[in-house]
């Protein structure tokens, strides 16, 4: 056979040989040309765990027979090893609030299930994508459902990739905690500190990230499978709805849990707002931080890892590549997080028709971030510091002069900026020994003093 003819609602459809996709899959393909973007292969699979748990819950009610059900669980675990991916072809931007891949899943698992039962493609009296794989269910509930596993998925590979930046910027911190370099403040120079705190806040904010990565899986631990249409459960037995979500418990390891109020679950979004405005606080610091590294690089004050010559034109040219290369991720996942707000805030009643964008937006800023963090982490661990820089901007700055006045006071310490000035000498820290003595300045400006919080009185002692 070169081709088979299905039917549905809107009449008939030619479907192409060798393909488990059916009728409505064949539709939507012929539909939605909009993009070459397709479905998150996470996503696929997490919509084949969530038929299985279905299928299984379905099953052991009697519901539906052992030897399809195990035709169905096992094409089901085919597409959780990641097979057949080829066979959800379909635009990720679909209208129908992710009817066309439901039905995509339905119909691959339907035909690959009487494959293993030595049927021939199509023959739905045998199994069919919708009274058999779709038992019981919607796309309503099946979608978001896997839409929240997929992003738990990811979201712990993201908590483990940012946890290694996290890393990799507290080994800096140790490493640069003795080398005093000017803090700069508006762009200007300002008063000294070490290296090692500036990258210790570096450390800090991703160290939130990490955090805040870790504990939004919660916000969606909480499902609404088994509410079908609007969150009813309308068509499902209650058994299958106290059931299904036991199964899904029990093939993902996770503690999901059935939501109280399955409408509200099934009509809104916003949990998905709140884990995407996560990721944007996560661009956000990644972003800040690879731009204060290209202007510490700029300085001379650090020397960023050289990855590839920088220029066609200009030889020995060699730019901060990887930091830009960050700050346009970032700047990625802030526009999704401006399609997953407007996309969550358009769903109508008791739906939300834009779920195919939102999931897309979501799960892209997820593996964008993922691959982000693996790519920064390298590059973060061949910083090289240039502690010679860092003394020059010392040794030439007035703003040093800031960390003696609770010593020398405020008019003493103009005095001398002024008089230095004057003098044209060229290094400010020889001219505040000369004035007042080698122990005090180093003291002042050793690491240990400039890092503490403070400085002590004499009642609190040395």
Not at 145 to 173: D, M, N, P, W
Not at 177 to 199: D, H, N, W, Y
Not at 327 to 354: D, P, Y
């Amino acid at each position: 056979m070169t081709s088979r003819v299905e039917k549905d609602l809107l009449g008939e459809k030619t479907i192409p040989a060798g393909v488990y996709w059916g009728i409505h899959t064949q539709r939507a393909l012929d539909n939605f040309r909009i993009t070459d973007y397709r479905t998150d292969p996470e996503l696929i699979k997490a919509l084949a765990i969530v038929k299985k748990a279905c299928c299984l819950a379905s099953c052991e009610l009697g519901f539906i027979e052992s030897e399809k059900a195990a035709a169905i669980v096992a094409a089901c675990d085919e597409i959780m090893e990641g097979k057949w991916l080829d066979q959800f072809p379909l635009d990720a931007l679909q209208g129908g609030a992710g009817t066309s891949l439901n039905m995509n899943m339905n119909e691959v698992l339907a035909n690959r299930a009487l494959a293993m039962l030595n049927k021939e493609t199509g023959r739905y009296d045998v199994l069919h994508p919708i009274e058999d794989v779709n038992l019981h269910q919607s796309t309503n509930d099946v979608y978001p459902t896997a839409v929240k596993i997929a992003c738990i998925a990811h979201l712990r590979a993201l908590s483990a990739a940012v946890a290694e930046v996290q890393g990799v910027f507290q080994k800096k911190e140790k490493e640069f905690a003795s080398i005093v370099k000017l803090g700069r403040t508006e762009l200007q120079e300002a008063v000294p500190m070490t290296l090692g705190s500036e990258f210790s806040a570096f450390a800090e904010a991703i160290a939130r990230d990490r955090w805040r990565t870790f504990k939004c899986e919660e916000r969606i631990r909480t499902v609404n499978l088994g509410g079908t249409a609007v969150g009813t459960g309308l068509t499902a037995p209650r058994s299958y709805i106290f059931l299904v979500i036991e199964k899904l418990r029990e093939i993902t390891g996770l503690g999901l849990a059935r939501a109280e109020n399955l409408v509200d679950h099934t009509a809104n979004t916003d949990p998905f707002v709140e884990i995407s405005g996560i990721l944007q606080a996560h661009a956000s610091n990644l972003i800040k931080i690879s731009n204060d590294l290209r202007i510490l690089n700029l300085l001379g004050e650090i020397a960023l890892p050289k990855v590839q010559t920088g220029s066609s034109i200009m030889p020995g040219k060699v730019n901060p590549v990887i930091c830009e290369a960050t700050i346009q991720a970032g700047l990625k996942v802030m526009a999704n997080h401006s399609l997953v707000c407007e996309s969550a805030s358009r769903g109508t009643l008791q739906i939300n028709e834009f779920l195919p964008i939102l999931s897309f937006a979501i799960l892209e800023s997820l593996r964008i971030l993922i691959n982000t963090n693996g790519m920064f982490r390298s590059y973060v661990a061949g910083i090289q510091a240039s502690p010679e820089n860092c003394e020059n901007y010392i040794n030439r700055s007035p703003a040093i002069i800031t960390a003696l006045l609770p010593h020398i006071g405020y008019d003493k310490a103009t005095e001398l900026v002024r008089d230095f000035s004057k003098s044209g000498k060229g290094n400010l820290k020889n001219y505040l020994v000369q004035n007042l003595g080698k122990e005090l300045v180093e003291k002042v400006l050793s690491p240990l003093n400039l890092t503490s919080l403070g400085y002590r009185t004499d009642e609190e002692g040395t």
